[in-house]
Each structure stands twice: as C-alpha cells, then as structure tokens.
C-alpha cells in the first residue's frame, strides 16, 4: 500500500515585538483586549511623567514610564486598551495637559494590567 509522505505544518509567523512592551503582557492584553499592541512604544526612563505628577502615562500608542517605573507597564498598556475604546475623555486639566483620573478606570487599569501579566505569561 502507497503512503503519500505528509509535508509538517507551517510553524505560525512569529512577528517582531518592536513595541517595548514585554512579550507576556503584550500577548496578555492583545489576547484579553482582542486588540493588536503593535502600534504601541514604550519609553522608558522618560522625564514626560514627572511634569504630570506620575509615574507613568499613557496618551494615544505612547507609555511613557518615569525612571524605575517599568513595574506600571501592564497597568498603561490597559489604558491604551481603555483609550483605543473611546472610553477615556478628560477630567481635568494639570499642567495644561488634559487628564483622565476617573478612579473607575484606574482601578479597571490596575485589575487587567495584572490579568494580562498573568494570561501572557501562559501565552509566550
């Protein structure tokens, strides 16, 4: 009997993470969001969030993380997540940035950020 001899599967196309966003919590939130994170950059070690009273920020596809602050990624990575929905419009204005500090939001930041660290890990 004749066997036909099977070519393996392709391996999936592994793309280039270029956002700095670490591996498990960009493929956290993507998989929690259903959102793509590859239009996202990171900056870290950025003066940008000391002029805003914060640790970090995040405005539009820019986390700006303040020297030491790289631990808040997860947490920004959300609020881009939350900005990306149309779900975050100014509160207030500081340092004539306009700001979001509705503490729904930063607690919603807080509880997926860590969600998406977590599923990532299982992810990469």
Do not use: C
């Amino acid at each position: 009997m004749y066997q036909e001899e099977q070519e393996p599967a392709p391996m999936p196309v592994q793309r280039k993470n270029n956002t700095g966003l670490p591996d498990h919590i960009k493929a956290g939130v993507e998989h929690l969001s259903g959102m793509s994170m590859d239009h996202v950059r990171v900056s870290y070690n950025s003066p940008r969030p000391a002029q805003l009273n914060a640790h970090a920020y995040a405005q539009g596809n820019r986390i700006l993380m303040a020297p030491g602050q790289a631990h808040h990624v997860a947490h920004e990575a959300w609020h881009v997540v939350q900005q990306a929905q149309g779900r975050v419009a100014p509160t207030t204005q500081f340092a004539g940035q306009a700001i979001n500090d509705s503490p729904a939001l930063e607690r919603e930041a807080d509880v997926m950020g860590a969600k998406a660290a977590s599923v990532g890990r299982g992810l990469v």
